[in-house]
C-alpha cells in the first residue's frame, strides 16, 4: 500500500512538472519575459546536452534583449564561463554592464571585481616620507 501511495505521488509531481514545463514553454513562445527567463533556466539546471546549453542560451538571449535584468546576468555568465557558447569577454562585460545599469546586484559586483583588477596599481616611491609630522 505504502508502495502504491509513494509511487503514485511521484508520478503526480511528474506530471505536473511536465504540465508547468509546456505551460511556461507556450508562454515564453508568446514573448513573457519571465516566462522565458525560467525556461532557460529549466534548460540550464537540467542541461545534459550542448543542445540543451543552447536552448538555455536561445531563451536568456531572448528575455535579456527585452530588458530583463536576471536574464542579462545569466546571459553575461554563459558568456564569461564558456557554458554553451564560445567564452567571450567582451561580450560577458557588456551584458553585465546592461545588468548593472539595470540595479542588479550581483551583476555590479561582478563588474567591480573587473575594473578592480584593471585599475593601474598606484607606484609607491621608497624613500620619500608624505607625514605632515615630518622633521628633519
Not at 30 to 54: E, F, I, R, S
Not at 103 to 130: C, I, K
Request: one cysteine or more.
Amino acid at each position: 500500500m505504502k508502495k502504491k501511495l509513494i509511487l503514485s505521488i511521484c508520478l503526480l509531481f511528474t506530471t505536473l512538472n511536465a504540465n508547468n514545463f509546456k505551460s511556461v514553454a507556450q508562454s515564453a513562445q508568446y514573448g513573457d519575459v519571465y516566462a522565458q527567463y525560467n525556461l532557460a533556466t529549466q534548460y540550464k539546471n537540467k542541461a545534459q546536452t550542448q543542445q540543451d546549453l543552447h536552448s538555455a542560451f536561445k531563451w536568456y538571449h531572448k528575455s535579456a534583449t527585452k530588458g530583463y535584468s536576471a536574464s542579462q546576468y545569466q546571459l553575461a555568465l554563459m558568456f564569461h564561463y564558456g557554458s554553451g557558447v564560445r567564452k567571450n569577454a567582451e561580450l560577458a562585460r557588456l551584458w553585465f554592464t546592461r545588468a548593472s545599469k539595470k540595479g542588479h546586484a550581483q551583476a555590479q559586483s561582478v563588474l567591480y571585481r573587473f575594473y578592480a583588477l584593471e585599475r593601474p596599481q598606484p607606484h609607491t616611491v621608497q624613500n620619500r616620507r608624505y607625514s605632515m609630522n615630518f622633521r628633519r
